[in-house]
């Protein structure tokens, strides 16, 4: 399966709200092998302390888990979730960068803020997930990363713990595949693998 730029894809970026623990343990337990490419996640936990967010992620892959930092590349094969309290931005070349910036859509770390400047650092070589949310933050970073070549996923708002995020970034943006989340794992190895 090709991605929407029919280019290979070098980095996927995920966006979730309520409900997004328990999606991202899906998402994760769903793939059968590692990807080959960083996977950089926002997720509005509402924590102050994202550690134990990481570990209990780390227990669902089989791929490291860590917070971003800054100036950090991100390199293949790895789990990056955004620190709580900033918003994770990727440089040209791959780069994280921090900001405490003012809130987007309510929100800091912003799922369109890590999207946007993702869109802008991968194009066409990036791959975007937005799953259950609350709010409609992610939907403008979808229009983006369309708009710059890379391909977007939206898990399926019937299938949606919450499903206000996944339908904002429809009705917004669009998507190049909207699935059931159980269905989501098997598509990024397509793409990815």
């Not at 194009?123 to 975007?128: K, M």
Request: hydrophobic residues 45%.
């Amino acid at each position: 399966m090709k991605t929407a730029s029919g280019l290979p894809p070098q980095a996927v970026v995920v966006g979730c709200s309520a409900g997004g623990l328990a999606a991202l343990h899906v998402l994760l337990g769903g793939l059968s092998r590692p990807l080959p490419v960083p996977m950089v996640v926002v997720c509005h936990s509402g924590s102050e302390d994202m550690r134990t967010f990481c570990e209990l992620l780390q227990s669902r892959s089989g791929l490291p888990v860590g917070e971003a930092e800054e100036r950090q590349h991100a390199g293949p094969g790895r789990i990056y979730v955004a620190p709580s309290g900033y918003h994770l931005l990727v440089e040209n070349g791959g780069r994280f960068a921090l900001s405490v910036d003012p809130r987007v859509a309510f929100s800091r770390p912003s799922i369109d803020v890590l999207f946007e400047s993702a869109a802008e650092a991968w194009r066409g070589h990036l791959v975007a997930v937005l799953l259950t949310g609350a709010n409609s933050d992610g939907a403008l970073g979808c229009v983006r990363i369309r708009h710059c070549g890379g391909t977007v996923i939206v898990q399926d708002p019937q299938t949606a713990q919450v499903p206000m995020m996944p339908a904002a970034a429809l009705e917004l943006a669009g998507a190049d595949h909207c699935l059931p989340l159980p269905e989501i794992p098997s598509l990024l190895e397509a793409l990815c693998l």
